[in-house]
């Protein structure tokens, strides 16, 4: 059963805006004039290197960074005006999947999920059904008072996105989702992912340094009528594409944006290498 998403969006209008986004630490850039847009309902992967600032992008747009200049606009909402007690509520709205899936191991999966209401004091038979609900999504309602330790690492990657999903954020930012993962479990995880932006209409950034996810993302989308994930084909034209596109972080600065399709013919030397 799809988890509903909460529809204070207009489709077609950018979800997230990085306006000449700049921010370094020690003195080092670490980004450097990042602009670029995600419309309601699309995934933009961000590819990058190890150490590229793939995490500093997703917590600027979760408002966990600041900017040293430039705007974030989130759902409408410049994050770089907002004051701290703005920010926690807004961070309520959207979810995070953390790199490394960040379970707190001493607690049951159904507590690691539900962590966020207890916040919000919501009574204990709806905690158990928004739990129960999430966890289903993924696949892991079998799971509810095991404990993270008991789990394998694609599980608790689930139950991660589990834990983003309580509140039915319209945005969510996926952090390294399939990092230290098989191909068959990684598959399992873009699925989820494709269900939650083509059944939910959910806005995401997605970070990774696997190329195998920006063309899964890409050339893939979820049919709800089948329930399985179908092979999308470029028309004539070329414009048929899935609502995804890729950003590549090189340099501090965005080396590459558009298709993943343009990403393929590019003749440019360290796409080329990326590519290999
Ligand atoms: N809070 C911080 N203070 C100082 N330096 C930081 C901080 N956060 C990140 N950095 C630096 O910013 C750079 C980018 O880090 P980031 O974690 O965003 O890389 P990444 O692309 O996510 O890498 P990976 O693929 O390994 O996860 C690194 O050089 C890192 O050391
Ligand atoms: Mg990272």
Redesign the pocket.
């Known amino acids: 059963m799809p988890v509903p998403v909460t529809n204070e969006v207009v489709p077609g209008e950018p979800l997230i805006r990085f306006e000449n986004v700049s921010i370094g ?2 003195d ?1 850039d ?2 450097r004039d990042i602009s670029f847009e995600v419309g309601a309902g699309e995934t933009t992967t ?1 590819l ?12 600027l747009a979760a408002g966990l ?1 600041r900017p040293n200049s430039g705007r974030v606009v989130i759902m409408g909402h410049d994050l770089v005006d907002m004051k701290e007690v703005e920010l926690l509520d807004f961070r309520r709205r959207i979810g995070f999947v953390f ?1 490394e899936g960040a379970l707190f191991d001493s607690l049951s999966v159904a507590d690691n999920v539900s962590f966020r209401l207890h916040e919000e004091s919501v009574n204990a038979d709806e905690v158990e059904t928004r739990v129960r609900q999430s966890l289903r999504f993924v696949e892991m309602e079998h799971a509810y008072d095991k404990f993270p330790a008991e789990l394998s690492g694609g599980m608790r990657r689930r139950v991660s996105i589990a834990r983003a999903l309580i509140d039915q954020p319209p945005i969510v930012y996926y ?2 989702p399939t ?1 230290g993962l098989d191909p068959v479990t990684s598959q399992t995880i873009i699925t989820l992912i494709l269900r939650l932006r083509d059944l939910n209409g959910v806005t995401s950034l997605l ?3 696997r190329l195998q996810d920006a063309f899964g993302l890409a050339n893939f989308v979820f049919e709800p009528g089948i329930n399985r994930v179908v092979p999308i084909w470029e028309d004539a034209d070329g414009k048929h594409f899935a609502p995804t596109k890729v950003l590549v ?1 090189r340099d501090a600065t965005i080396y590459f944006q558009g298709q993943t399709t343009d990403l393929l013919k590019s003749e440019d030397p360290y796409l080329r290498q990326f590519l290999a």
Not at 51 to 59: I, P
């Open positions: 630490f020690d080092v670490v980004l961000i990058g290197e190890s150490g590229s600032g793939k995490t500093v992008l997703l917590k960074l790199q952090d390294s990092a970070a990774t340094h972080i």
